[in-house]
């Protein structure tokens, strides 16, 4: 067997993981990383995001001293987004589920993270392609608290987190995939595993666990959240199994956070290789719902696509998709909100998409009554309120006063030619995690911790539950990747 020995080895390499890593590193730490994928699919599931950011701020002033020059950036308009208003967020989004002792750190050190992230190398901008309107006057006007991202998204954030780590003298081992943790006396003493077949064994002062969830893991799925979820595609790494979980749970760890919910979203259901595309990525979301009508494949409405910000409901409605029937729908728009759609998401190659010139043939394009659902959407037409001024900028209150309600931004669909795009459930992450203080110390169910045992990112349970604020699990990674390194 190949025995190692370090100060602190860290299973997974995504966003929190390696954050974890530089922060022990950056202490004089000797820090070894273990990542189960191969070096060419690295990066655990922040490689698939857009790298958007949630961080309390007091807007674009506050701001310019660590994201990109722009020369928008003098007709930008950016919201402050206070820590009251982030806590808010995450009590209303998760119905209060949030650990508040774990909310009162994302809030308070997400912005100082990033600076510190930065001042070390990583590069940020503000994400104007997704968070931004141009509005007539020339100028841009942000909104829903999220605002800045990684350069270059996912795929940015993992290079330059590893180039960081690189340089701070940690050594990064791919291939690896680590299977149980070692205990001594009543302390975590390393991590064992496999590699091509062959074991290893790795002792550390202290093991840092930021491995993921059990997303990519079907039988979990059904076990955990429910009959069904077994059909949701995964968005992200394939090798988010829940192995360590498991091995965690088995030395004492306590369960934290709801294990019955995740973060999904409405992904494409057709395109070809649509689970795990570490070339698009990202690009395989639909979250131009808001403009537009969602109908299931009975030709029927089933959710209000306007109720708030996408950014604060695109994690939760992949989750409605899934549960209509064959967990598909049909996102419709027509002429003149087609144009309003970000083109990375819907001009991407081999999208699920239909045209037509009529509703009618719209409806035979996609195999859904036709009666049904030209009555669906000359229903929804005229149940709009157009007097109301449409303001994609705002929760502007333009509502359809239809089953469901569609509550902002409904604008009848009745401009030739018409677009449906065939949606699926695309799972990102499960909620439930490892129980831990604010340190990311593992802690046993009876609240006393676990030594040498520490959780950062998608195995931190406690943050989330049901729904969760776009960007703050990035934000999360960042934070309690930090408070673990330096602990360790």
Known sequence: MNEVTTDVVVVGAGNAALTAAISAAARGRKVLVLEKAPQSQRGGNSFFTAGATRIAHDGLEDLLDFID????????????????????????????RND????????????????????????????????????????????????????????????????????????????????????????????????????????????????????????????????????AKVRGTPFNQGELLDAALAIGAGRGGDWSTCHSVQWDAFSADNESNFELTNRLTRQGYPLGVLVNTAGERFLDEGADFRNYTYAKYGREVLAQPGSTAWQLFDGELRPRLRSEEYDMPGISVVTADTL????????????????????????????????????????????????????????????????????????????????????????????????CGEMLGGLFSANYPGGSGLAAGAVFGRRAGAQA
Request: net charge negative; with cysteine.
């Open 69 to 96: 020059p722009d020369d928008r950036h003098g007709v930008t308009i950016v919201p402050p987004y206070s820590q009251d208003e982030y806590r808010s967020d995450l009590e209303r989004i998760t119905e209060g």
């Open 100 to 231: 508040p002792a774990l909310t009162e750190v994302l809030i308070s050190e997400s912005a100082d993270a990033l600076r510190w992230l930065h001042g070390l190398g990583a590069r940020y901008r503000l994400m104007y392609e997704r968070q931004a309107y141009d509005r007539p006057d020339g100028s841009y006007l942000f909104w829903g608290g999220l605002h800045v991202g990684n350069t270059g998204g996912g795929v940015g954030l993992i290079d330059d987190l590893v180039a960081i780590a690189t340089r701070l003298n940690v050594t990064i081992r791919y291939d690896h995939a680590v299977e149980d943790i070692i205990v001594e006396g009543d302390s975590v003493v390393g991590v064992r595993g496999t590699r091509s077949g062959a074991p290893f064994e790795v002792r550390a002062d202290s093991v840092i666990l930021g491995a993921g969830g059990f997303e990519a893991n079907a039988d979990k799925r059904r076990e955990h959240l429910g009959e069904g979820w077994q059909n």
């Open 360 to 455: 009618e043939e719209l409806a035979v394009a996609m195999e859904v009554p036709v009666d049904t659902l030209v009555a669906t959407v000359s229903d929804y037409n005229a149940s709009i309120d157009t007097s109301v001024p449409l303001d994609l900028t705002v929760k502007d209150g333009r509502a359809a006063r239809t089953q469901p309600p569609k509550s902002n931004w409904a604008k009848p669909l009745d401009t030739a030619p018409f677009y449906a795009y065939a949606v699926t459930c695309g799972i990102t992450f499960t909620f439930g995690g490892l129980k831990s203080d604010t340190d990311g110390r593992v802690l046993r169910e009876d609240g006393s911790v676990i030594p040498g045992l520490f959780v």
